[in-house]
């Protein structure tokens, strides 16, 4: 049988079994998946590495509607950020620095208020023409 070549954006052994526990662990409903977690990262990272749009994702991943579906629920899910955050957190110590301290917890939950949508909302509701510092007029009107 012959091996497949694998590209360079390609996650190793020893990655995959890094980012493996981070990512969310299919639900025991429903049908199981047709593709691997692995394989659906590599197409990911083969997105990010190239700069390729999806459409033109190589014919040896998935379909690109199916990656994008994946990346667009990770991204959702959060699993994007918990990853960056571990692998960071693993640098950090691996250079002998420490972990960055915790937020408290009203801390975070104001930050999470302030990042959602209606905060937004909220915000730009708030905001009129008349209230603004600049002055929109130029000196020869």
Same mark, same amino acid.
């Given at each position: 049988?012959?091996?497949?070549?694998?590209? #360079?954006?390609?996650l #190793?052994d020893i990655? /995959?079994?890094?980012? =493996?526990?981070?990512?969310p662990?299919k639900g025991?409903?429903g =049908?199981?998946?047709?593709?691997? =977690?692995?394989?659906?990262?590599?197409?990911?990272?083969?997105?990010?590495r190239?700069?390729?749009? /999806?459409?033109?994702l190589?014919?040896?991943?998935?379909?690109w =509607?199916?990656v994008y579906?994946?990346? &667009?629920?990770?991204q %959702? %899910?959060g699993? /994007?950020?918990?990853?960056?955050?571990a692998l960071?957190?693993?640098? $950090?110590? &691996?250079?002998?620095?420490?972990?960055?301290?915790r937020l $408290?917890?009203?801390?975070?939950?104001?930050?999470?208020?302030?990042?959602?949508p209606?905060?937004?909302?909220?915000?730009q &509701?708030? $905001?009129?023409w008349?209230?603004?510092? #600049?002055?929109?007029?130029t000196?020869?009107?």
């Open positions: 049988m012959a091996k497949i070549e694998s590209y #360079t954006s390609d #190793t990655e /995959w079994e890094i980012v =493996r526990p981070l990512l662990v025991k409903l =049908r199981p998946p047709r593709y691997e =977690r692995r394989l659906m990262l590599n197409a990911i990272f083969y997105i990010t190239t700069g390729c749009p /999806w459409r033109d190589p014919h040896d991943f998935p379909k =509607r199916l579906y994946y990346f &667009a629920k990770w %959702q %899910q699993v /994007w950020e918990k990853i960056n955050n960071r957190d693993r640098v $950090r110590l &691996a250079h002998g620095k420490k972990k960055p301290p $408290r917890p009203l801390t975070a939950k104001a930050l999470r208020w302030l990042a959602s209606e905060s937004v909302a909220s915000m &509701a708030r $905001r009129f008349g209230e603004s510092d #600049t002055s929109w007029s000196p020869w009107d």
